[in-house]
């Protein structure tokens, strides 16, 4: 027998095993990395999948109703939070007020949120506020609030306040700002108003400081905006003198032999002296030379917020230490870290109000911004103007829109787990004013969004 007919028979069982096993270890080769893919698949897939059940998390909330079963699911979200700030990318749009006064009705009913802390003169709120029962609702408006909100819908948030006053359903309302906000005129202001029928000269003397004041800050404002390099003499010499007009009227309030010392409560009392003094003080370490000719416009932003951050702190920890506040602001005021966001026209952003809150309140605050999708809104002169709808794929704008909701909230006080990346805890785009795109992560700005997909223009008293 040949060595091939004694060999063949087991060398071809030897190469069909071995194309057998070569065969198997390809197989599974294939096999596993058809493994790995699939578990890389699975995991994307569920990524994804959980990515689109967020979109369960988008609320659909009511503009106007007195029934709040659509704002039940606050209760859980704001759990044990003192403070709520609600903001808005422009100060002109009608949907703004209409969300914001039924978040404050809700709060203050559901929620015991019982003062209202507006972006406005600390003395003008504040003193509307002990008088809103002897004023129409739209006097008391024109008296407290800067007249951006001026409005219809805010004529009925005032109506609301009144109601409420008017029960036994406590509610107050405040301001926290420093600039004069409110009616002043030859004819009359709150501060004189409110103590003419205790002193009539006292209440003179108010009326003629009011005035002063707020003609010497316009002034300063104009010499700004032409670029003086220095300010008149006669300016600063007014200022001087109604400096020593406040120090006067501080120092009858703090007469305890005064009939003006003695009319007034313990509360009312406190109230006034830090209105007069803080005067004193913005008329010594604010509105002077420097701020009117030497400061940029971020510098005399950030000189606004530190005062505006004191003021909150006072009104939170001396007047209301047992209270909870709802704050109504622009967002570029309430947003946490408002100096680290990127501006699209280069403008540098301001070190805002709550970036200067100590820890304590910041920890105890929830944080609401406002945004627009389509539609119109006004400037602060009332200009109006169509909102921008070139919004990017990442911006708060086009992924909110995505609910379908007319108005909708998302929480955003949620971070990231190994299986999901959510999209607020990375940089977005978000437009201020409408147009001006602002890019930043939400989650670091803000603990809630609520976006109007159509935005109207508010008509004004």
């Known amino acids: 027998m040949s060595l091939f007919k004694r060999f063949r028979i087991p060398t071809i069982l030897s190469l069909t095993l071995a194309v057998l096993i070569l065969f198997a270890c390809i197989n599974q080769e294939t096999t596993d990395s058809v493994e790995e893919n699939n578990i890389e698949l699975n995991t994307n897939d569920?990524?994804?999948?959980?990515?689109?059940?967020?979109?369960?998390?988008?609320?659909?909330?009511?503009?106007?109703?007195?029934?709040?079963?659509?704002?039940?699911?606050?209760?859980?979200?704001?759990?044990?939070k003192r403070v709520v700030m609600l903001g808005e990318s422009s100060h002109g749009v009608a949907e703004y007020s209409l969300i914001k006064s039924r978040l404050i009705k809700f709060l203050h009913e559901?929620?015991?949120?019982?003062?209202?802390?507006?972006?406005?003169?600390?003395?003008?709120?504040?003193v509307t506020n002990e008088l809103l029962l002897?004023?129409?609702?739209?006097?008391?408006?024109?008296?407290?609030?800067?007249?951006?909100?001026?409005?219809?819908?805010?004529?009925?948030?005032f109506k609301y306040l009144q109601e409420q006053k008017s029960s036994d359903k406590f509610i107050d309302m405040v301001g926290f700002d420093i600039q004069l906000q409110g009616y002043i005129s030859q004819n009359s202001n709150i501060l004189y108003e409110?103590?003419?029928g205790i002193n009539k000269d006292f209440a003179e003397n108010i009326k003629e400081a009011e005035i002063g004041y707020d003609e010497l800050i316009k002034n300063g404002n104009n010499f700004w905006r032409k670029g003086f390099t220095e300010l008149p003499t006669e300016w600063d010499e007014e200022r001087k003198r109604l400096i020593l007009q406040y120090e006067n009227l501080l120092a009858i309030l703090r007469n305890s032999d005064s009939q003006i010392s003695r009319t007034l409560n313990d509360q009312h009392e406190k109230l006034f002296i830090k209105i007069f003094e803080q005067r004193i003080d913005c008329l010594t370490e604010i509105y002077n030379e420097e701020y009117f000719i030497q400061l940029n416009l971020t510098e005399r932003k950030e000189r606004r917020d530190a005062i505006m951050s004191e003021n909150l702190i006072w009104l939170l920890e001396e007047m209301y230490p047992n209270e909870k506040f709802v704050i109504w602001a622009h967002n570029a005021h309430i947003m946490k870290n408002r100096s680290k966001v990127k501006i699209a026209d280069g403008s540098v952003p301001f070190v805002n109000f709550v970036e200067l809150l100590p820890?304590?309140?910041?920890?105890?605050?929830?944080?609401?911004?406002?945004?627009?999708?389509?539609?119109?809104?006004?400037?602060?002169?009332?200009?109006?103007?169509?909102?921008?709808?070139?919004?990017?794929?990442n911006s708060i704008e086009n992924r909110l829109s995505q609910s379908k909701f007319s108005t909708t909230f998302l929480n955003i006080a949620i971070k990231d787990t190994p299986t999901i990346d959510y999209w607020w805890n990375s940089d977005t785009v978000g437009k201020a004013w409408g147009y001006l795109e602002e890019t930043f992560i939400p989650s670091e700005q803000y603990d809630g969004l609520i976006l109007i997909d159509q935005a109207n223009r508010p008509i004004y008293q």
């Open 359 to 393: 820890d304590s309140i910041k920890n105890e605050s929830f944080i609401i911004g406002l945004y627009m999708y389509s539609g119109q809104h006004t400037f602060n002169n009332r200009e109006v103007f169509d909102v921008f709808e070139n919004h990017k794929e």
């Open 194 to 196: 409110y103590f003419e």
């Open 46 to 80: 569920k990524k994804a999948h959980m990515q689109n059940e967020k979109n369960n998390d988008y609320k659909s909330i009511q503009l106007n109703s007195t029934d709040y079963n659509d704002l039940a699911f606050l209760k859980d979200i704001l759990g044990n």
């Open 110 to 126: 559901e929620l015991n949120y019982n003062v209202v802390a507006f972006e406005s003169g600390l003395a003008d709120v504040n």
């Open 134 to 157: 002897d004023n129409s609702p739209y006097r008391a408006l024109e008296y407290a609030l800067h007249g951006v909100w001026n409005t219809n819908n805010n004529v009925n948030l």
